[in-house]
């Protein structure tokens, strides 16, 4: 069964930091771009940042801009999010996403997905 598992979420008060992580099983997806989206209740999903299959390249949304980072070790065939300074805007369920020929914004793009995990920030 092909499987994206994302891990690393919880409550985190505002200004703290949390690493999301996902790994990947059943297939490997280190040649596939990665991305991260988020899901806030009674909002759409929508784009946090993405990565290229060799990692040179990443693109952020400018809410999360210069707090987070994406990264990506092939080896492990896992995808990374730092995020710090969190704010409570950020609450969400953060997913991870890839595909072996897209790489943007566009969620409907993305054919793998994760289960998600929540992110939690607290006032």
């Known amino acids: 069964q092909v499987q994206l598992v994302e891990s690393g979420g919880g409550l985190v008060q505002v200004g703290g930091s949390l690493k999301l992580s996902c790994a990947a099983s059943g297939r490997t997806f280190s040649m596939y771009t990665k991305a991260w989206f988020r899901q806030a209740p009674g909002k759409e999903r929508e784009f946090v940042a993405t990565i290229t299959s060799n990692g040179y390249s990443t693109y952020y949304a400018n809410s999360v801009k210069g707090r987070f980072t994406i990264s990506r070790d092939n080896a492990k065939d896992t995808v990374y999010l730092q995020m710090n300074s969190l704010k409570p805007e950020d609450t969400a369920v953060y997913y991870c996403?890839?595909?072996?020929?897209?790489?943007?914004?566009?969620?409907?793009?993305?054919?793998?997905w994760g289960q998600g995990t929540q992110v939690t920030v607290s006032a």
């Open positions: 996403a890839a595909d072996r020929d897209y790489y943007g914004t566009g969620a409907y793009e993305y054919v793998y």
